[in-house]
């Protein structure tokens, strides 16, 4: 059984940075492909970022946000900059048992809890 616990949400200023971070436990997952999902109030949940043999960006957030990984600590991360009020959410990391991130939420097999971002204007 994989867990993913996310960490670094908060609340922001418009144009700020935050970083957020996805910890991976009871299974490596070096090979699998990892992801950012958000979800703002009255929405649906979306994707943001995707890495992988491959690394994508939604187009609300290319030029702004970069995913990363770091196998040795089975971490994955999301460098969010110019923030907007507009990705208020919460956040959450997911992992999918393939190599290549996918923006359809239903094909990632694990999920976090979640993380809130606050984006104020």
């Known amino acids: 059984q994989v867990q993913l616990v996310e960490s670094g949400g908060g609340m922001v200023q418009a144009g700020g940075s935050l970083r957020l971070s996805c910890a991976a436990s009871g299974r490596t997952l070096s090979w699998s492909a990892m992801a950012w999902f958000r979800q703002a109030p009255g929405k649906e949940r979306e994707f943001v970022a995707g890495i992988g043999y491959i690394t994508k960006y939604a187009d609300s957030v290319k030029g702004r ?13 999301l460098q969010m900059n110019s923030l907007k009020p507009e990705d208020t959410a919460v956040y959450y990391c997911a992992a999918l048992s393939r190599s290549v991130p996918v923006e359809s939420e239903y094909e990632y097999n694990y999920w976090g809890q979640g993380t809130q971002v606050t984006v104020s204007s």
Do not use: G, L
């Open 65 to 77: 946000f970069t995913i990363s990984r770091d196998n040795a600590k089975n971490t994955v991360y």
